[in-house]
């Protein structure tokens, strides 16, 4: 009986376990937001198609693609130890660049992963019962044009698709300009115009619409021998510049630097901009890649510091000195900001902690700032900080000064730590405790004197108007006279225009467009004599064309790569 | 190095497991007696007499010395002497001797009544009689038709034994143990006939005593599998071919690892206590330049040497001599009804460097029962094991004495680390960061066996795996250097539930044994990780880890907590079927369906089969002339899936949260948005990885078993090969989708020979030499990717380069490099233009070898004279490679002319500009091919007898074993052996060597005691 009952008990527990399982995986971690109004959904559903946007505007995504290739950036194999990187920045410097760059394909992930945030916004909103939703849509959908209007500038091509799950159909040339803009003027109506600069406005549509037709010529044929501007495309220029200017919304910094500062977002020249928070999205990396590692910004923080990454080449560097001469470049205030007095009064070398800012601008020659010595700042005997001339400690290369030289080249000397001139146009977050993190400014995608100068080009381009593109130009020079503004011009011409944008804009991740459009591209500068057309568009990442390979013919790379 | 031995108290455990000891036993059984504890003579049956005799072995004649003769029950036992004669009294004329000797056939002799009792034993064909665990059963050896290797406890590897991986390492043909780091408890990577795919997830399904192990870490940075205590082991089986795997199904195509645990024995009580202790030092320190040496060569290459006059070994002053001590306490025994084997072990082993400590309290209980006139047997096995491991900042600490100045002094005035202005002395960083967790896991199965008819078993296993763990890092503040003090607490619970009910049935005929097994099994797996961290701690004797409380600065940027948790279930349906005929004609087939949450809604369930034959020829009429003792022909075809893919990868998932990447603001004030996004593809049809394998083998033996061995030949083609890869529409959520890759396959083809030979001498000589070796060659087809890479490179100049590259035609682990020939004029390093466009970019990389060894091989041998024993262990691999991923981002020229210290690889091209570069590329690229002498081993027996306490202790056993004493290689840097994990996107990175954590060499000393 006892026996009956065990076996029983077993024959029980084995049917009792037997009891299949459907092996339904069961989610225990990941949310889907439930119980919003839907205000929140439609706060939750736009905010990703922007939040990609610190990522592109990173110095290792579309700063290095834009900047380093052009004549405004270099970065050599420092000292033979930092910023190897397999080689990518100084492929990208000597036109040299394949499929495999890191930049590139940094750039094109994060840029077509906007793309497809915004078709998921695009989709979705319109369930939504809020009255933000119609704006909305129009935002999610301005953004989706802003990301493809990158993808061709970039990439040579568009991708269309408006279904999540159908695949995307790839446009070039005439047909990806045409979808960029009737996309922009399809949301143009819709769109709020006091939401920026951190998001798209009826302003950063106008904007970017005269980005757009500007660059026509350049995208519908991107491999042209010369460019033809045509006159249509130059109206539209000016008429998007001018409801720009007409609208009274945005005001030229009279201060330029604090178009960059920490507070920037509510600097009125600003149209479109990454709009940046510390405690949420900010990144420092515009503001410490150039800086020195031997220099520290930051009282608070002895661990923030910069990394001796690009300088300005010479040749850029001397598109101001001869500019300026026989006077200094740096009677341009946008040139360069002292902020530090010892540079100019060497005995002032103990500066309270509260009023220490470094250098904006432009830096030069032997650099000064706070001493560092065990992880500590020295500090004089009033309990201010020591300021004193910098040398190389971080490098091991203490007598080493960190003097930065007009030279920079790829050669070992002109690759040193200290070779060439930097810049720190962003301000050095003062949140960012490693330096590299806690980002306050918004980066800069449209702002105002892009529109003065944007129209002074379409002026010279549509009817060789010089007069008012010259005003155009004093106006932007003019404004900035907080200090001493810069000298009016006195003539204006295609040449002298594409300088001044390199006076206005440098770094701003704007060079190599102007640099195609102006034909400037294929010249030769600093450690650059690659004349290659095919390097205007850059190559389609290896990763994407493997992906692509099993829909033969889909997805085809760029010409010469 | 061998300064200081320690003695300390080591019982022998392995009595019954020692081929080279040649300890004889001699059982008393009492038939009727129900409980050895009961056994003890009463005052009615004392009749006490003298039973002598010789032992003799039954070919040469010679007598068997050192035996140990014993009363078991009572305790009483005596060992045979030079003449192999013993003498012993007995109690009860009905007694029956047992004789068991290692390497003979156990012979039982009931006295009867007489006075002498002489003996020959013959040498046992121990392989083919040989159990072999081979999952929901076991099989003798001379029935297996799969390639299987069974290791039992005198066969492991010995030293300090932080896993079973290391027990295995060099013992198995096919099988490949590297360890990560010469860390205490450091990951080991096995793998089985090589990698079957490109992703982590190729180690192989570990069993424990029928209970499926989740390879899943635990947590922290050591190896989950340490949590068993090596001396619990008594056997491991390996797995190795689909048709021995396939009864695993989605779990077998990376090979089975089986591992029993020891248990008691009828008729016996033993309680044995062994203790160990051992010395450990850095093996082969990398070779800086001394103090001397650098004031030399720093100004030599225009370097401006700054001298402070000190002479420091800072790679000395991070390391030490570390002690391991060992303890170990089991008792067994049982009676007929009852058998238990209990174990409580520590093991407490410092680590080389500094402050690394890894402590492991394991305690076991397994017990037996058998109810119902023995029809239900009842088993139950139940391990607890607390681990705790500090570990040092070891980057830091090896990188920056590796390249400190040897002229600065390790310590000013006051004792205190001497603060240089440049750099960081490694010793401070050493003070201010520490990682310390802390794991508990329990692990338990009943399994309760019940015979329904004679034929027909029924068995249930119930099994729970359960472990948590809390580790810390924690950073102290501090003034010089200034920093803040932070504090990371990452906690880890993971919950394996088993349960599985299967029938045997089993028929014996005269012509033909059928088994056959039908079973069903459900694996509930739960893994949960969740993090937490505080900033800004005051300067303060407290440490963070004690006070969490003290930190200043919880902000949601630098502290927002982070999670997760995945559930797994799988469901198999498994069947098997073993048919014999005649003895010689041999027939397995299996299969197995096999379900997993982890697969897509297209592909819940898969089938997996496996057939294979087995035909003993040396039983075939024609065979009987030929001096084989077996000759059985294996062959075995079937297919096998791997499932360790991630969870959730074949869901979608919506995610609405405040975070970077995903928020951004929409208002000038006010709380962020939580921002919803789409961030992963739904791919319903995602199944596991195919695994197809064929073996052929052959088992031999020779003089009647003296010469044994076996040849496979293996060819394993895995397809369906999971990837993360892009989607052809780049346009998505996110950048990358998981997907079974159409067409492509990693093959794994090779030959394994494994061999052994044993022979008794005469006068107590006996010797045995044994060795495999692995033939083995893997190669990657039709993958659609120009190149997979892996191995992303590390140190200052050097991101973005990628070490490993997998391309069609080469293996896994290859390197796929720019080719470094020489240097130019300039003394600049120069590469070779594959595609001849003048310029060097990336598509110059070529395939430069692989970091997975051609050829694998080890040679065991020993010898057993007398009470002595030794024994020796040799293992190698060959045809691989090693990136010096250290030398490439520390020795060379450049960084030596700035005051860096290097090796003298820096200034080995005297044409070489002192302003090199060092990009990543073939440069560093170096031979890892190595032969270890891994294990070198003598024990003495001591007579217990003649110290007269043989009543008190039966046996007892003193040795010395040195552990990693010489390394033959070509390779510079710390150890060849090494596997620092630099994957990408889940792609695995082989043989690449960044400030690894160096190997010890160690001296153990043991003495084993039995009662």
Sequence with gaps: MKKKLIALFFLNFLFLTWSCTDLDEEILDETNASGLTDKQAADGILAPVYARLPDVFLHTAYFAIQEITTDEAILPYRGGTDWGDNGIYIELHKHTYTSTNANVRNTWNVVLQGISRAITAINSLPSLNDPSVNTYIAEARGMRAYYSMLTLDLFGLVFVKDDLGATSKILRGTEAFNYVRDEFLAVEPQLDPSVGPGRLSKGAVWGLLARLYLNGAVYRAPYSATFAFPQEDMDKVIEYCDKIIGSNLYTLSRDYFSIFNDENHTNKELIFAVDQRADLNGHNRLAYFSLSGDQFPLPAFPAANGTDGP???????????QAYAPADPSVDPRFYQQNLSIYSNPADSCVDGASFRINRGILRGQQYGLIRRNGVFLKCADGKFKVGPLFHDTRNKPTLAVDFTERIDFTVEGSNYNTGYRVEKYEFSKKSASGRNFGEADIVIVRL?????????????????????????????????????????????????????????????????????FGKYEGTWTEKDNTDKNKRVFPIPQTAIDGASNIPGYLVQNPGY | MMKILFLNLHFIKYIKNSLIRGICLLWIFMPGRAWAHAALPSETDVLAWVVKGRVTDANTSEPLIGCTVQIKGSGQGVVTDFNG??????????????????????????????????????????????????????????????????????????????????????????????????????????????????????????????????????????????????????????????????????????????????????????????????????????????????????????????????????????????????????????????TYYGSLGLQSQEGILRKSQLNRYTGRININQKFLDDRLDLDLNLNATNTFNYRPPIGALIGGAISANPTYPAYDAQGNPYRYAAGTNPLITLNLEKDVTTINRVLGNISPSLRITKNLRYKLNFGIDNSTSARDIQSLANAVPQQDGRLETVNIYNRNKLIENYFTYTLTKTDYNLSAVVGHSYQKIFLQGRATSINKFPISNIEPQYNPGLGQELTLANNKPTGYAIVNELQSYFSRVNFQFLDKYLVTATVRADGSSKFGENNKYGVFPSFSVGWRLNEEPFFESLPFSEFKLRAGWGQ??????????????????????????????GPYPAGTSYSRLANPDIQWEVSTQTDIGLDFGLFNGALAGAIDYFNKKSGKILLEVIPADPVQPAGTVWTNVADMTVTNSGLELDLQYRKTLTRGLSYYLGGNITFIQNNVENSPYTVIPSGS?????????????????????????????????????????????????????????????????????????????????????????????????????LRLSKGINTTAEAIAEPKESINNSAPVSSRYLKDGSFVRLNNLSLGYQINTEKLGIRKWVSALRVSLTGENLLLWTKYDGYDPEVNTDRNINGVNSYGIDYLSYPKAKSFIFSLNLTL
């Design chain 2, 793 to 893: 490179a590390s140190g200052s100049g050097l991101t973005s380069a990628t070490i490993n590259g997998y391309v069609n035609g080469n293996p896994i682990g290859t390197f796929f490099l720019k080719e470094y020939i020489g240097l130019d004029d300039k003394g600049l390093s120069r590469f070779r233009d594959v595609d001849q466009d003048g310029i060097i970019t990336d598509k110059d990389r070529v395939a430069l070898g692989s970091a997975l060894p051609k050829q694998m091989f080890n040679l065991n041998g020993g010898f057993s004279w007398k009470a002595f024993d030794f024994s020796a262990n040799l293992n190698g691999v060959s045809g691989n490679k090693v990136y010096d991923n250290t030398a490439n981002s520390n020795f060379y020229k």
């Design chain 1, 311 to 321: 300088g300005i080449t010479s040749d850029f560097y001397q598109t101001w000195a």
């Design chain 2, 85 to 338: 004669d013993y003498s012993i009294d007995v109690q009860d004329q009905n007694a029956v001797l047992v004789f068991n000797y290692i390497g003979y056939q156990e012979i039982e002799e009931p006295v009867n009544g007489r006075t002498e009792i002489n003996i020959t034993m013959s040498q046992s064909v121990s392989e083919l009689s040989q159990v072999v665990v081979i999952g929901y059963g076991s099989a003798t050896k001379k029935d297996m038709t799969g390639a299987v290797k069974s290791l039992k406890a005198a066969e492991f590897n010995k030293g300090i034994i932080n896993s079973p991986e290391q027990l295995l390492q060099g013992k198995v043909a096919g099988v490949n143990v590297t360890s990560a780091s010469g860390e205490p408890g450091s990951i080991q990577s096995i793998t089985i006939r090589g990698p079957g795919g490109v992703r982590s997830g190729s180690t192989p399904l570990f069993v424990v005593d029928g209970v499926a192990l989740d390879n899943s870490s635990t947590g922290g940075a050591t190896n989950p599998l340490n949590f068993l205590n090596p001396q619990d082991i008594e056997s491991i089986d390996v797995l190795k071919d689909a048709s021995a795997t396939a009864i695993y199904g989605a779990r077998g195509a990376n090979g089975v690892v089986l591992i029993t645990t020891k248990r008691g024995k009828a008729g016996t009580s033993i309680l044995n206590y062994s203790g160990s202790a051992g010395l450990s030092t850095m093996a082969n320190p990398l070779e800086v330049f001394s103090a001397d040496q650098y004031r030399i060569e720093v100004p030599k290459v225009g370097g401006v040497l700054e001298d402070l006059g000190a002479d420091t070994d800072w790679q000395k002053e991070i390391s030490r001599r570390a002690l391991t001590h060992n303890h170990n306490l089991s008792l067994s025994g049982g009676a007929d009804k009852l």
């Design chain 1, 449 to 517: 004197a892009d529109i003065y100068l944007m129209r002074a080009e379409a002026k010279l381009r549509k009817s060789g108007d010089a007069a008012s593109a010259l005003a155009d130009v004093n106006t932007v020079r003019a404004s900035r006279n907080l200090t001493t503004p810069p000298p009016a011009l006195t003539s204006m011409s295609l040449d002298l225009l594409y300088r001044e944008r390199g006076f206005e804009f440098y770094w701003e991740m704007l060079r190599r467009t102007d640099m195609i459009r």
């Design chain 2, 640 to 669: 096998t899936g791997n499932q360790e893919i991630p969870s959730k990868i074949t869901q979608p998932l919506f995610t609405s949260q405040v975070s970077a990447s995903t928020s951004y603001p929409l208002a000038n004030t």
